[in-house]
């Protein structure tokens, strides 16, 4: 089958950093994406891990572990626009694109 | 350069009509994919269209069905229309390795809000 799992909501403080987690069990997986969604508008590519370990970009970084079917998305440096949902997808094998999401996480950022 | 365009923005419809909703890739890219949203849910993919031809289709009833352009383009429709067919509806394109390899970053659209009455 195929599941992806992450916390429905999330709060922090402005200037903090935040920890998104992810897991996943999904066949075939060939990486995790990471979208950011604000209300009402498109989800925007933020990342993708393939091989394990941490990749940076600015002030958001995202973790893979394949061994443990374990992300996450680190937030630095948080600011009121990071206010959104954050949306986990596995990429899946099998010659065409196709992702599966999770739910979402909804992070609020208060002042 | 322009992003995925859909139309249109907003609809509302009735139990049992049809509707068709439309989708212009970014330029170049070959490969359209649509997805419901359902609120407060992630996206879930409904087809993958490359090259005019359907390339992956998600679990989905027989009232919706989609087709693709020679320009890439593409519509989906939904037939039959049912209380639960509202949703955000999103188109994405991508345009690395012809839409063969499933971690080419997908574009999204800014959606098609569908509410059934």
């Known amino acids: ?111 | 350069d322009a992003g995925v365009t859909q139309s249109p923005t907003h609809l509302i419809k009735t139990r049992g009509q049809q509707v068709t909703l439309r989708c212009s890739p970014i330029s170049g890219h070959k490969s359209v994919s649509w997805y419901q949203q359902v609120l407060g849910q992630g996206p879930q993919f409904i087809f993958q269209y490359y090259e005019k031809e359907e390339r992956g289709r998600g679990n989905f009833p027989d009232r919706f069905s989609a087709r693709q352009f020679p320009n890439y383009s593409s519509e989906l429709n939904v037939n039959a229309l049912l209380l639960g067919d509202s949703a955000l509806y999103l188109c994405a394109s991508n345009g690395l390795a012809g839409g063969r390899v499933s971690t080419d970053t997908q574009y999204f659209g800014p959606g098609t809000r569908l509410t059934v009455l």
Request: hydrophobic share 35%; aromatic share 12%.
């Open chain 1, 1 to 111: 089958g195929q599941n992806i799992d992450q916390p429905t909501e999330m709060t922090a403080t402005e200037g903090a950093i935040v920890q998104i987690n992810c897991t996943y069990q999904t066949s075939g997986f060939n990486g995790l994406f990471w979208y950011q969604q604000h209300a009402g508008e498109a989800p925007t590519f933020l990342s993708y891990n393939v091989l394990d370990g941490l990749e940076e970009k600015g002030r958001f970084s995202s973790f893979l572990s394949r061994s443990k079917g374990y992300s996450y998305l680190l937030l630095k440096e948080l600011q009121m626009k990071d206010s959104a949902s954050y949306l986990c997808a596995s990429a899946l094998s099998g010659g065409y694109n196709k992702l599966i999401f999770g739910a979402g996480t909804r992070l609020a950022v208060h002042p």
